[in-house]
């Protein structure tokens, strides 16, 4: 970066600011990650969806930067659209059926040139204050591996089931016709440190925290991943690791 950042985490307040969000995300999911969608719009460089107008944006900036960006869809909210769009890819019964506060993450990235620092931990330090003043029990929503080749993520996948699968009463499945299962591997042939390394730092700290899996994952061809949905439980999180988000990062 070459330069000491002075970070803010605030929701988007205007048009201009989704459009900030949006082309952060083009340049994270299309341009770095080979992603597409059909409301992709590649000649202004805006990743989008018909889901954008309905979600609130939670946006990292350094100075006028943003430079990590959040999309939230509380349970209150939902009702507006209709669905999650998480929906497109796992039965969230369970979830539904608790009648418990929901809030489901999405879209999430910080730039590359900020990875590896204290902007995701600004930004998740936004969302716990977030959770907190709307009272959130629930926290849900894709995440995903890049590249779409399920024997290559076997190992990664397979831990994620053996050892982080959700209890019954929240535990989401996979649908469709690119739904696969996620235990590839019995436990006994799965390395876990392999799985490990070739786990996405953001899964990894959701899992830290006390995150856990749905059953099965969902081969997204278009965005080039596989998802799995992860599902926190605010009620059961660990809160060693919650405090470190919710106080200020230096």
């Given at each position: 970066?070459?330069?000491?950042?002075?970070?803010?985490?605030?929701?988007?307040?205007?048009?201009?600011?989704?459009?900030?969000?949006?082309?952060?995300?083009?340049?994270?999911?299309?341009?770095?990650?080979?992603?597409?969608?059909?409301?992709?719009?590649?000649?202004?460089?805006?990743?989008?969806?018909?889901?954008?107008?309905?979600?609130?944006?939670?946006?990292l900036?350094?100075?006028?930067?943003?430079?990590?960006?959040?999309?939230?869809?509380?349970?209150?909210?939902?009702?507006?659209?209709?669905?999650?769009?998480?929906q497109?890819?796992?039965?969230?019964?369970?979830l539904?059926?608790?009648?418990?506060?929901?809030?489901?993450?999405?879209?999430?990235?910080?730039?590359?040139?900020?990875?590896?620092?204290?902007?995701?931990?600004?930004?998740?330090?936004?969302?716990?204050?977030?959770?907190?003043?709307?009272?959130?029990?629930?926290?849900?929503?894709?995440?995903?591996?890049?590249?779409?080749?399920?024997?290559?993520?076997?190992?990664?996948?397979?831990h994620?089931?053996?050892?982080?699968?959700?209890?019954?009463?929240?535990?989401?499945?996979?649908?469709?016709?690119?739904?696969?299962?996620?235990?590839?591997?019995?436990?006994?042939?799965?390395?876990?440190?392999?799985?490990?390394?070739?786990?996405?730092?953001?899964?990894?700290?959701?899992?830290?925290?006390?995150?856990?899996?749905?059953?099965?994952?969902?081969?997204?061809?278009?965005?080039?991943?596989?998802?799995?949905?992860?599902?926190?439980?605010?009620?059961?999180?660990?809160?060693?690791?919650a405090?470190?988000?919710?106080?200020?990062?230096?």
């Amino acid at each position: 970066m070459g330069h000491s950042p002075k970070f803010t985490v605030r929701l988007a307040a205007s048009a201009d600011d989704i459009r900030a969000a949006q082309a952060l995300r083009y340049e994270v999911f299309v341009a770095e990650l080979g992603g597409t969608g059909p409301m992709v719009d590649h000649d202004a460089r805006l990743e989008k969806d018909q889901y954008d107008p309905f979600f609130e944006h939670l946006m990292l900036f350094d100075a006028e930067a943003c430079v990590g960006v959040y999309r939230l869809l509380s349970s209150d909210a939902m009702p507006k659209i209709g669905r999650y769009y998480s929906q497109d890819e796992f039965d969230l019964g369970p979830l539904k059926a608790s009648g418990r506060r929901l809030l489901e993450l999405g879209r999430s990235c910080v730039h590359k040139s900020y990875r590896g620092g204290a902007a995701l931990m600004h930004l998740w330090q936004g969302l716990s204050g977030y959770i907190a003043k709307n009272e959130v029990d629930i926290l849900f929503g894709v995440a995903s591996f890049h590249g779409t080749d399920v024997d290559a993520l076997a190992h990664p996948l397979s831990h994620l089931h053996h050892r982080f699968l959700a209890p019954p009463e929240l535990r989401v499945t996979a649908t469709g016709e690119t739904a696969v299962a996620m235990d590839q591997l019995g436990e006994e042939q799965t390395d876990a440190r392999r799985a490990l390394l070739e786990t996405p730092q953001l899964i990894k700290a959701y899992l830290r925290m006390g995150g856990m899996v749905g059953q099965g994952a969902w081969v997204d061809h278009a965005f080039n991943t596989v998802d799995v949905c992860m599902v926190l439980d605010m009620a059961r999180i660990d809160q060693k690791q919650a405090a470190l988000y919710q106080r200020a990062p230096r």
